[in-house]
């Protein structure tokens, strides 16, 4: 729920009770007011009635109006009563029907005779004008409500706009532009820090990004040189003679490792890359004959480990890509089909209009599923690997928008490694190529 | 042949300049953009080695200079008697938009750091041949001929069929014969990229050992010598 909508609705939960003890207070406050003035008018009518009695002897037109009212009575004798209200209905014969009636009842005493006296006041019209009264005053409160619905959401619209422009900016916020993103300023002060900041804070990061994404790689290529001489070294090395078979091994290893020091370097480095967004540009890359190709490279390979290597390529294949990563893409999903093939087994590539896969069997995962695209997660049988290959296929697919998927199914072994194009991917997430 | 080697690592330059001078070719040095501008202003060369990330430059505008001399404002472009330097660039960079450039420029090759040393002279013996022979050269080594222009190999004129790899291997042996290869050198220059697999070392040597009966069944003596476990030797007969 956004913020305008939360405002409307706070505003509506709190006027509803406020319509509602208001509308009773109200009603209670007319009823109360009429109630008064009609016992004040009775009063009045009472103590006119027995000053008539006292000087006329016969109240002027007794029974003469509606109601019998007011209606004296002489009684033969009795004790005067002091004047009671009540609350009745009488017969009006004029309107054929029951009507509300307040009354006033005394016994008196004037002159040595003694009077009954009640006076009435028929209260119909004045509930009705009290029902009305009513009826106005919540029919006003509504509209007033809705046109200030209306209006609050009219000037939270305004006042938040700012806001809303800023959201849509950082919504769009990269860390990896070209420049720092610039936050619009605004008239309200509130908004107008909030620009301020975000604006310091994304140069700030900015410029943390670029300086730390110029040290990866500087890192990493001043790396290469020192590399470059201890391989030409420990050549020269092993061309010296004599060597013991020990001190042989011994160098062989550290050769083994400066290679894997210099492969570790330049995956970091590709990473880096991608991450950084430098393969900006992409070409159409015709899949098709880029996995023929490499089908075909690691052919010897295959063979070396007794592996069936099969493929399956659609003719005609293209997807927009750098063609650098591209061939990083199938080439480390090959080569990872391939080392974890069991000896003597078939591995396969499948290439079709919607996506690309590997399958090989071997054993299952040694570490969770979830970790297998994981940069420097590596089989412990395997120390020689980077544990990078992956890591480096999930980044590449993912830069294009492409969907990576391990399947491994228990019972035949079979490890699948599925590449969904973009244009498809939508589609077909969920469902195996055929 | 003369060779301008640019390289601003001391130790590499040593350890290469070493390497070639055993090659028997005349090799000057240069550890520095300027020293290497210079160099090229007063001497020819046959073939330049270019670091790109020199200190005080970069190394492709060694090669702009190398291409500016060559074709100087109304010089017919392949005037007879002028031959132009083979151009080797090295760098700490796998960019591919370096290679690129550094090709686009006219550069014959592109080494990426760290390399073997056997692998650099392979890459000048290949760049020489194509400048100065235009490949055409057939490479002779006792009952060995191999005419990488046709990319045939024979042996006391009977051709026999090597895969690409084999054809590969080859031609990284006859290119450094008498000199021990590490196995980790050879694997690198065959395979390149494709080398972080498990078991590098036993798949080259299936591939060595099917060379090497190929070569003995085509009735030449065995040249490839193993040396303890370090690597390979491609004797002189």
Request: charged share 20%.
């Amino acid at each position: 729920m956004n913020l305008l909508r939360k405002t409307l609705l706070y505003l509506v939960l709190a006027a509803i009770p406020v319509a509602i003890g208001g509308g009773w207070l109200f009603q209670t406050l007319i009823n109360r007011v009429i109630r008064y003035e009609v016992d004040e008018q009775l009063s009045s009518d009472l103590a006119f009635v027995q000053e008539q009695l006292n000087t006329v002897g016969t109240p002027a037109g007794q029974g003469a109006y509606l109601l019998d009212n007011p209606h004296v009575e002489a009684l033969p004798g009795g004790i005067p009563v002091a004047p009671v209200f009540a609350d009745t209905t009488e017969y009006d014969r004029r309107e054929k029907q029951l009507v509300p009636v307040r009354r006033l009842t005394t016994v008196a005493q004037l002159g040595q005779r003694t009077y009954r006296i009640v006076v009435k006041q028929a209260v119909g019209e004045f509930e009705e004008i009290a029902q009305l009264l009513s009826i106005g005053i919540i029919v006003s409160f509504l509209v007033l409500l809705v046109l200030l619905l209306v209006l609050n959401s009219w000037v939270s619209r305004r006042l938040w706009q700012p806001f809303y422009l800023l959201i849509d900016q950082l919504r769009t916020y990269r860390l990896d532009a070209q420049a720092p993103m610039t936050f619009a300023s605004s008239t309200i002060a509130e908004f107008d820090q909030l620009g301020l900041t975000l604006n310091t804070m994304s140069q700030t990061l900015h410029r943390q990004y670029t300086s730390q994404k110029e040290f990866t790689d500087h890192a990493a290529h001043e790396m290469q040189t020192p590399l470059a001489v201890i391989t030409t070294q420990l050549d020269q090395l092993l061309a010296t003679e004599p060597l013991t078979d020990a001190q042989v091994t011994l160098l062989e290893q550290t050769q083994g490792s400066v290679r894997r020091l210099g492969q570790l370097n330049k995956s970091l480095l590709l990473l880096t890359k991608i991450d950084n967004n430098q393969f900006a540009e992409a070409s159409p890359v015709n899949l098709s004959e880029l996995a023929n190709r490499l089908h075909q490279d690691l052919q010897p390979y295959a063979q070396h480990r007794g592996l069936s290597w099969k493929s399956r390529i659609a003719p005609g294949i293209c997807q927009p890509m750098n063609p650098y990563l591209a061939e990083v893409l199938l080439l480390n999903l090959m080569k990872n089909a391939l080392i974890h093939a069991r000896p003597g087994t078939d591995a396969q590539i499948v290439l079709t209009p919607s996506g690309f896969q590997t399958i090989n069997e071997g054993q299952a995962l040694p570490f969770p599923a979830g970790q297998l695209f994981d940069r420097f997660v590596k089989n412990p049988a395997r120390p020689e690997s980077t544990g990078l290959g992956l890591a480096l296929v999930s980044q590449i697919a993912h830069r294009y928008g492409m969907c990576v998927t391990h399947n491994y199914d228990e019972p035949t072994q079979r490890h699948t490694f599925t590449v969904l194009l973009p244009t498809r991917s939508k589609y077909l997430a969920d469902t195996e190529i055929e | 042949m003369k060779i301008l080697l640019v390289e601003d690592e001391p130790t590499l330059l040593i350890a290469m300049r070493q390497f070639l001078d055993e090659e028997g070719y005349i090799v000057t040095t240069a550890a520095s953009f300027a020293t290497a501008s210079r160099a090229l202003n007063d001497y020819d060369y046959d073939c330049i080695v270019v670091d790109i990330g020199l200190p005080d430059g970069n190394g492709l505008n060694l090669i702009r200079q190398v291409k500016a001399d060559e074709n100087p404002a109304g010089a017919s472009i392949g005037a007879p008697g002028v031959s132009t330097p083979g151009l080797i660039i090295i760098s700490a960079k796998d960019s591919l938009d370096d290679k690129l450039l550094g090709l686009e420029l006219g550069s014959d090759d592109y080494l990426t750091k760290p390399f073997h040393l056997p692998e650099l002279n392979a890459r000048i013996k290949s760049v020489l041949r194509r400048r100065f022979f235009g490949g055409n050269r057939l490479i002779r080594h006792g009952d060995i001929t191999v005419d990488p222009l046709a990319h045939r190999v024979t042996v006391r004129e009977q051709p026999i069929d090597l895969t690409e790899k084999e054809y590969q291997l080859l031609l990284f042996f006859l290119a450094n014969t008498n000199r021990l290869l590490t196995k980790a050198a050879i694997a690198e220059y065959v395979w390149g990229d494709h080398m972080d697999m498990a078991d590098s070392h036993d798949f080259l040597y299936t591939h060595i050992k099917n060379l090497r009966r190929k070569l003995v069944e085509g009735g030449c003596p065995d040249y490839i010598k193993t040396r303890y476990g370090a690597g390979y030797l491609f004797t002189t007969p």
